[in-house]
């Protein structure tokens, strides 16, 4: 690619829900209980917008939906309620339910010396990984505990890569949300949208899923309609650059 930005990647940021882990229908369906619980109409579709966002966030947003405005205290009575149905979904997970492929795609990074993170708005995050064996398979988390302000604002992105001491413009970002993608690139990290390339519009390039993706698969992915090109660790070291390119 003539002309291209290169971007040397030394650190690879997934996020959680929908991309390590399907519990993105579990957030669906323990948010259509409290819907249903309120007469709400809500959708799938209507989901698509809590994807990456924060707990009270995703309630206010489905207040809207349904006109309704309710006390600061019944807000947090009723974001406690999904919480408490989500995570009755999380607790019957095994490590079967990670997704297809992310296992090796991690293990490959981390044999060729790329660090790995997981940045996820969740704040139920480390039972989740820790439910489905992999709390232990990443250099850091970062968590909606560890952070004030939720997706799209790139803080905690900006968290990860100081966790791993990988300067942004060397980070590149998993995200199957549309909020995460833009503050993925608000923090200034290259974008892998993780679904749906019609729904992953503002992502640098997408996948469908992390089954048989390797490194040079992802290397030869056109990224920002080619003006992005990225090889994976350190330009001083030749004998890796030549094995993963
Ligand atoms: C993730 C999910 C969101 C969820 C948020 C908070 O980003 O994509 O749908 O609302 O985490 O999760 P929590 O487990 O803290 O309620
Ligand atoms: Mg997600």
């Known amino acids: 690619m003539k002309g291209a930005e290169l971007r040397r990647i030394q650190a690879c940021i997934f996020d959680l829900d929908g991309v390590i882990v399907d519990t993105a229908r579990f957030h669906y369906q323990a948010w259509k209980e409290l819907a249903d619980d309120l007469g709400i109409s809500f959708s799938e579709k209507d989901n698509e917008r809590l994807k990456g966002i924060s707990r009270m966030e995703s309630l206010e947003i489905l207040l809207q939906i349904g006109g309704m405005s309710v006390s600061r205290v019944e807000m947090a009575e009723l974001v406690d309620q999904k919480n408490r149905s989500y995570v009755n979904f999380v607790k019957k997970m095994t490590e079967n339910d990670v997704l297809p492929g992310v296992r090796d795609f991690v293990q490959e990074l981390q044999s060729h010396g790329i660090r790995v993170s997981v940045a996820s708005a969740s704040k139920n995050a480390q039972l989740v990984l820790r439910q489905v064996g992999l709390i232990n398979a990443f250099d850091a988390v970062s968590d909606g505990r560890m952070v004030k302000r939720a997706k799209p604002d790139p803080e905690i992105f900006l968290h990860s890569s100081a966790q791993l001491k990988i300067p942004v413009s060397n980070c590149l970002v998993f995200e199957d949300a549309t909020a995460g993608i833009e503050a993925a690139h608000r923090a200034g990290m290259v974008t892998v949208g993780v679904g749906n390339r019609k729904s992953l519009k503002n992502a640098d390039t997408t996948i469908p899923g992390f089954a048989g993706l390797t490194i040079p698969k992802l290397c030869s992915?056109?990224?920002?309609?080619?003006?992005?090109?990225?090889?994976?660790?350190?330009?001083?070291?030749?004998?890796k650059k030549a094995k993963i390119l």
């Not at 992915?221 to 004998?239: H, P, Q, S």
């Open 221 to 239: 992915k056109v990224y920002r309609n080619g003006t992005i090109e990225i090889e994976f660790g350190k330009e001083d070291d030749n004998a």
